[in-house]
């Protein structure tokens, strides 16, 4: 029998047909199984303005970035590093970006930032700090770990672990809650980007807080987030088998969401705000939902509440992208939001895109 | 107590704060629960070229051709039909779409052609011959159903249980499988796009068969379906709990996509060949896998197929598009694909967006 | 070509081969696709002491019902109704009950009670009482939906928007919550089972309540449930592609549960309790959680807590059996319970089956 | 605020609370949350005739073993190994096991072997020849790997990538796939459980190949899986964002069951059969399905084939149970199916269990 096989493996909403020749030859020459990649549009990469780094670009939100800037006017994606995948091309590493034009992944130590004016550092926690910190002091930064989102070195040691090795950047850094702080971004080097979590619980939380409709103790947030947030770490508490058909709580009390959360409460209200926070990780892979708990002060109806909520982002003429996500905003979407308003383009370019549904 | 709670609702990557005061009124007036819809850029939708009607817009391929078409440079939508949800907005029946300042969907028999220069028509089979008859003459049409896909009348009342209501129209309608036919779709006014099955097998297998590199007997294919090819009615099948964490073969040799896809093959071929399908429900919501398999002609090596596939769609200079799915490049976007290819305009505008990964 | 084709279709853990002979015969005689169906050992039923009849067993708590009683050594399914499946037998509504040998399901109004001891009642919510009073008086019944769970009829009405038909009959119910009221249970004739929220927000705060270690002010209710909760009716919102990849607040404020929790709350603390509940929809099939915020007394420590709850079901001699679920706990388990105490028999009797996982 | 969380951990069917009050203390002396686990029914465990030994308790299989034995009525553990959780109880590794009342794991090194009567041996390929090697000789050894499935070491060698290191052991191995070689079971010490895969082949193909009804040649099977046949080790490629939303095919062409199965089918052919097999993993947890292509043999028809696969399984009367599925009949199951009947008992014992649903 001399049979061929061919196969379309589907990622998502896009399809590929992958060369297996080569491992058909190996066992029985007369027979073959032939995936074919497709010839797809190679996007266009005229000459940007503004020459990007991503630093770990084969984790989630690494990837996520360099599928967001596929589309963007301004920003060319000029370098990237993967330490354990130095070498590789990006589509070797996530088959759906295969499409993509791009250098090939390098180490850190091995890269080349002279042809690189901004940086998206998607790097873990913790290692974060030094690798910022040695690089070139004219790069534009947004760092999408937590390692700059405590103002208070001593709690970043008492929540990580760890004493804070760069605790002069620590002072020069912004943290990226757009909405809330765009003029500080704007002229920010350094901006660190808020956590997902955080994210969803500080944008409806702070203006209320600010106009005084709320009281500030009891405030209970009961979080449900997917998958995509835990990164592509392998571990086997985030395989398959264990997610799906179940629901976790985890972190509980001690996640470290909490201090950055009850920093940008306690900066809102004035006073020192403590938070109950129940995170809980569902069987899905983007989205976040944040159920927010609250006392109204005195006098205070359900309407007075709406109506602030109203004017505070509807009123803004900046504030118009508000999509909230544990990678669209809660952490690539609101990095290359955050790069935007520091290169002073407007904010939402290349983030129009509406969600997919189903 | 006088609390109030927050939600935000996350549809994939989205995520939107409701307004459920009202709700909250009427039990007790001093507690509430507010959902609160965050102000989002309103796509801008300066006047388009192109004046767009999708007929059927509260279905699946129906609101991805809207998705789609939120961002195509000269296509802009100024009609939109849903029968049974005739009078509500596009946001009202898929939140997703929410942001897009579009017009109300009217009944098909309310819909004025008189602001329209194109349609994608996303009906139920069966219904649309008539719907299109009716049309106006001046209109271009894209029809997504298969009422037009098969050029033998006799065989589509044996397959779809009906006479053919349309025969002269059924003439003048030319098949959209874009990069096998784009000449004919260029100058066509009625395309009828392709099943996502037919596309997904007739791609990889009509230039093979052309070239006489396989044998046209003993073709099987095996192919694996996501859900939403199923549509949005609300059938037992399709619940959740009818289609996670389970396997489905359907349609076994009566599937209405043989003889779609034997009529293509068979025209490459110049001669009638049958084929072997065995289509299969999958518990994911998009994508599309089909595994095929054939025998070589003799002589001829996998190298030879993989080349064959190589030179068929990278030689081409205008077939650069080639995501395959059964939403994206099998309906909503292949329907897009031959109307950018009717109106003249590369066919790949608007259809650039690189798939979610995860 | 004279070709075959065998599938084997699988249901969660199991897996069958269908006849699909007949349908390969109609159209292409030479080829054929062949699904057969295994033998699987028919689940021996000899004669059991109690004669069940389950009213609804085409919904997924009657099949569930159904599931649990295969393997119970002293009941036996005697009679099954199912109005829109009447003359179908379980294993053509349920394929993984297919080795079962049991009765072809009838109409309600066609059923034969003379051969029935007892009955679970699983049908919709609102026809119930009707039913239940049409019923033999010497029947022991227990009722899945909510038609007998509110003990002031004029509560009932004002949640479910009709009058109470059995007003006499809802003085007689027994209200299910098997732990609690398990004297009551003992000698009831009609026990109206629990909703699976309320069941699993009743039995934690129950005995903290009777034991004052919590405030009766404040108690915060954040559920998320899967999706078997909502049914087997073919609904849109409950489409695989409506739900997968989402999380859904629903009934904010007026969910029908509320009413039922408070009204166990309230008699435990002998005075009005009001609760914020807000249930969440899951894609996951079965399983629910709820997150319980509450304040403590004064004085009161998490120990103290947790001190009460392990006295309260660890002491209990007969309180063994506590798996939650919003099947088997919540509704087709525990009605189960019930029976199995109303008929005097261990209340764990067929229910010792562990969890499956993955 | 003093305030207490509960919550619920639901795994599948099963709901647990858990204790947190250990961590509550550490950060807020105040607040606490505080997750008690229920009382559950310790499952009876009476002495049992059969004293078995699970090496590798804490992967899929091993659990797996460990949640049929809980209601086996002649089978008991006494000794469980997992190397990397020595010292553990089987519920801290799998919460669903949480209430069975086991010894905790132990390093295989550590194993007293003194009270064990038979093994199930779930421990990866490779390293389990040289243990099963150690074990002392009267224990009977139903081995889940794939160590003892090749009759041919020196196809071991070429498919495993080392040499076999227990040739003696092999010659006396029997292949367990027991329908087809129940009297061989029946006596033997050492039983290699047949992989997954290769089960859902034999089992329709070897009676029909046997009564000559199907050509020896082009035999296609095409093959879906879930994720638990891979097992509970931590793979990027097994995560839940990569697995859900997708399909992937692997080891195309050289998937390590093919020798396995043309192993079986050659030998039920009396010559060298060569099959075209394609695996493919599914978004879900359990199941398998195969989809078999075959030619028949002339003049047979159909009929034919259904009645053979009839009269082959239905006709024995010890062959009753035919559940197919990557644990309960691919892998544990069988196992199971196996000692029962190694150790002389009706071969279903312990597996009577429904499939859930859904």
């Known amino acids: 029998m001399s049979t061929a096989t061919f196969g379309s493996i589907c990622f998502d909403t896009g399809c590929f047909w992958k060369d297996g020749s080569k491992i058909s030859k190996v066992n029985k020459p007369k027979e073959g199984k032939m995936f074919v990649k497709c ?8 000459n940007k303005e503004v020459r ?17 800037l596929a589309n963007h006017p301004h920003f060319g994606i000029t370098l990237m590093t993967a330490d354990k995948k130095a070498g590789q091309s990006i589509g070797s590493a996530f088959p759906h970006l295969v499409t993509q034009d791009l250098p090939d992944m390098v180490s850190v130590k091995d890269a080349n930032f002279s042809d690189v004016d901004a940086v998206f550092c998607c790097l873990p926690h913790g290692t974060t700090q030094e690798i910022i910190k040695a690089l070139p002091k004219g790069l534009k930064i947004v760092d999408l770990s937590a390692d700059f989102r405590l103002q208070n070195i001593s709690e970043y040691e008492e929540w990580y672990g760890q004493a804070h090795r760069a605790p002069d950047l620590q002072k020069e850094a912004v943290y990226g809650l757009t909405e809330l702080l765009r003029e500080e971004v704007k002229s920010a080097r350094l901006v660190a980007n808020p956590g997902c979590y955080p994210t969803s619980v500080q944008l409806p939380l702070v203006p209320l807080i600010k106009a005084n409709l709320i009281e500030f103790r009891n405030i209970i947030i009961d979080a449900k987030s997917g998958v995509s947030g835990a990164g592509r770490g392998a571990k086997e508490a985030n395989l398959y088998t264990e997610i799906s058909e179940g629901i976790y709580s985890y972190g509980i009390t001690r996640h470290r969401h909490v201090p950055e959360i009850e920093q940008g409460l306690s ?19 983007r989205g976040m939902q944040s159920t927010i708990y609250v006392e109204m002060a005195p006098g ?16 803004s003429s900046s504030a118009k992208f508000m ?9 690539s979407g609101q ?18 895109y509406l969600p997919l549904f189903p």
Chains 1, 2, 3, 4 share one sequence.
């Open 39 to 46: 010839a797809v549009t190679k996007t266009q990469k005229p």
């Open 52 to 68: 990007i780094g991503v630093l770990g670009a084969s984790g989630y939100t690494g990837s996520e970035i360099v599928r967001l």
């Open 267 to 285: 900066e809102a209200a004035n006073s020192k705000i403590t938070i109950s926070f129940t995170p809980h990780l569902m069987p899905m892979n």
């Open 300 to 315: 205070v109806t359900i309407d007075d509440l709406y109506h602030q909520l109203k004017i505070s982002y509807e009123g």
């Open 323 to 331: 999509q909230i996500d544990n990678l669209v905003k809660g952490a």
């Open 335 to 352: 990095a290359l939001q955050n790069l935007n308003v520091m290169m002073g383009y407007p904010e939402n370019t290349g983030l129009l």
